[in-house]
C-alpha cells in the first residue's frame, strides 16, 4: 500500500542495502510483512525452486 507520489529510492552508494521511502505497508498471502517502516516478522510466503 502505497502513495505513488511520496515512493523514492531510500539507497546511496555510502548505504546501498535501504528501503525504499513511501512504501506504508506490503502484504503477502493476505498478511502484512512490513508495516509503518518495519518488518512485521510474518513470513507467509514460501520458497519457489526450479524443478
Do not use: H
Amino acid at each position: 500500500v502505497f502513495d505513488g507520489d511520496t515512493v523514492a529510492e531510500g539507497a546511496t552508494f555510502q548505504k546501498p542495502i535501504q528501503p525504499a521511502k513511501g512504501i506504508d505497508t506490503v502484504i503477502v498471502n493476505g498478511s502484512a510483512v512490513w508495516r509503518g517502516g518495519k518488518p512485521t516478522g510474518a513470513r507467509p510466503g514460501r520458497v519457489l525452486s526450479r524443478g
